[in-house]
């Protein structure tokens, strides 16, 4: 597995042998005209492939599908009854805050038979305190893939695991997850808040690992 900073200089190398034998001289390849020709087919393929994505409509339409849809949509729902739902969400965020704190993971295991490879499934198990809460107040997530040579995610994924049994304050959860890519790996399992109002489960800044 390579090292970030030997990653980049792997592709700067890359990059400016690209410019400095195929796209300098093409710039500079005339053949007798006053434009280079290539350059320019290269150049408008560019713009016509590229300029989409980057065009005043296609931002619109993302803020309107993303966002501002989104956004009425909510707003129906919170004003559909009175001041009933909103209250309740009020009620809800209240005690995922007071509870919080005694929220936490407390043991995870996962198969260990011979190592992970593209395509394996790797099942993971673990025991959460919820402290008050319940398992439909919280998304137990496991969050897996890359690391670099700190044992930080290069590019993480995360999947829900699945409620099994409850003991007082303890849950059980299992699941399983296909091991993505090649490399070095890992895994850990976090909890976040789980409501169907909240717009994202990071709005609420509130993550036990």
Request: glycine share 6%; hydrophobic share 35%; charged share 25%.
């Amino acid at each position: 597995m390579l090292f970030r900073s030997e990653q980049n200089i792997i592709e700067s190398d890359q990059l400016y042998d690209l410019l400095e034998h195929v796209v300098v001289d093409m710039y500079y390849d005339r053949d007798g005209q006053r434009f280079p020709e290539k350059w320019v087919s290269y150049m408008k393929e560019s713009i016509k492939t590229i300029a989409p994505e980057f065009s005043t409509t296609r931002m619109v339409k993302n803020y309107t599908n993303k966002c501002y849809q989104k956004a009425i949509g909510r707003y129906n729902v919170f004003t559909a009854d009175g001041n009933r739902i909103p209250m309740e969400f009020k009620l809800w965020k209240d005690k995922i805050v007071r509870e919080w704190k005694n929220v936490e993971v407390v043991d995870t295991t996962i198969d260990k038979n011979n190592g992970a490879y593209v395509g394996k499934k790797i099942n993971v198990a673990s025991v959460v305190n919820l402290a008050g809460l319940s398992p439909k107040d919280v998304d137990v997530q496991v969050v897996y893939g890359g690391v670099d040579h700190h044992g930080d995610f290069v590019s993480p994924q995360k999947k829900s695991l699945q409620h099994k049994k409850s003991e007082g304050k303890y849950h059980h959860y299992k699941g399983y997850y296909k091991c993505p890519d090649t490399g070095m790996q890992g895994l850990t399992v976090r909890i976040v808040p789980n409501n169907e109002l909240l717009d994202d489960p990071t709005e609420m800044f509130t993550c036990a690992w």
